[in-house]
């Protein structure tokens, strides 16, 4: 790619600008090698919005979910922090079968204080927090 | 504390720009296109069946961790790493070494990393930047990444270094402990075109090299038989992710290729190289078209069969100038 044909398109996702000023080896008119900084591209920047949007959707259904009583509230903070089953299995080391079970708005309420407060603490939230869920959109 | 010899400077690339920042401290005069290509840092490879989410795993580069790891032992420096049982004794470790004012470079997630913004800040475990000081609770970080140097409060980088999920860091830190007698740079560089001759040539089939950018067009052009148009439309922006945005110096790597060969070319004194650089050149705006095309498929969203079948296409001719260029490039070396 040739200096002049940079893009320089701003990364704007959740109405933020989210670029990072990045490194690009390009040509200079004679073929030399150099390298500039670039904002991002459109091509790229489409792909990162579209990725957000389907989180975004699947972290809105789960929260439905939660208030219908179909499951737990760690499935909307797995959602929401972005994990899947075995990344949060990992961080509450817990085994993921039993994190899955925890999934369930029936095993959630059995759950003890410690093992919701190991949740909690993954979570960045308090025990309270979680086991009342509440939560504005 | 700061160890005020050691320079920030931004890499393309994060690994390869770790290992330049940690060689060049200790006295190896090397560039990022130099590491990559030495390292054999180029690659591709599609696993349909490694999912993120759903979404099968394309990558434009070697294995996390083989750059660092062939350049040091090419050039024959000595590195010292270390995993831990514990957060404490990983931050312990890494103040002692801080302390003998050596730079540290360490594996890291993303995701706790708040000086990325906030869209940027996946699971994604196999990032690596180096310590270089610290000051009250705040470590000095120099992320390649990045423009300048930045800080990181220590709790957020313990998380960072102790990240659950695939591939767990396990607080991994590494330092050049001493340079030696490694191979001249001529003979480096040219192992280095070897070895990646062989990976994109002699992988074995149908997920690697050449192959693999064939079997991924093929996979492709099948996308809107096999799911709804909006999974398909996730798949191919993936594609695009891994090939533009998560710091590849554009192209998936073969811009960055194309400075290396030109460099090798000064090295070696082969003119013939300047030729192939130019025609990885070409390459890597192939790469860029295809990505520019699927950006606009990706946008339609109407999981049309023919706009597929043409980035499947696309894909395919990709493959045989790679499979070319390379058989072209393993002759001259």
Known sequence: MNKDEVPQDKKIIHGEDNSIVKMLYVTDKDGRYGTTQYTGWDAENLALTQAWEDIDEKIETTRQKVLQGELSPIAYYMQKNLMDLPTLAGYVGFWK???KKHLQPAAFKKLSDTKLARYASVFNISVDELRHFRLPA | MIIDNFHHRQSAHCESGVTLSLLNHYGVALTEPLVFGIGAGLFFGHLPFVKVNGIPGTTFRIWPGYIFKRVTKE????IKTASFSSPDKAMLALDEALQQKQPVGMQTSVFFLDYFPPAWRFHFNAHNLIAFGKEGDEYLISDPVMQTATRLRGDDLSKARFAKGFPAPNG????????????????????GIRKTCWFMLKS??????????RFLGKKVAGYPEKMEPRKAALCIGNIIRMQEEIGTGGGGFRFLYAAFLQEAAGILKRDELTGLSHTMTCIGDDWRNFAYAAARVMKDRSGN???????????RQIAD??????????KTV
């Open chain 2, 305 to 315: 069969l023919a706009t597929y079948r043409e980035l499947g296409d696309m894909l």
């Open chain 2, 321 to 330: 100038k790679e499979k070319d260029f390379f058989t072209g490039l393993r």
């Open chain 1, 97 to 99: 079968f039993r994190v």
């Open chain 2, 204 to 213: 074995p089939p149908p997920f690697f090299g050449h192959n693999g950018i």
């Open chain 2, 75 to 78: 050039l024959g420096v000595t």
């Open chain 2, 172 to 191: 991994k830190m590494y330092f050049p402990v001493r340079t030696g007698d490694g191979k001249p740079l001529d003979k480096a560089v040219i192992s």
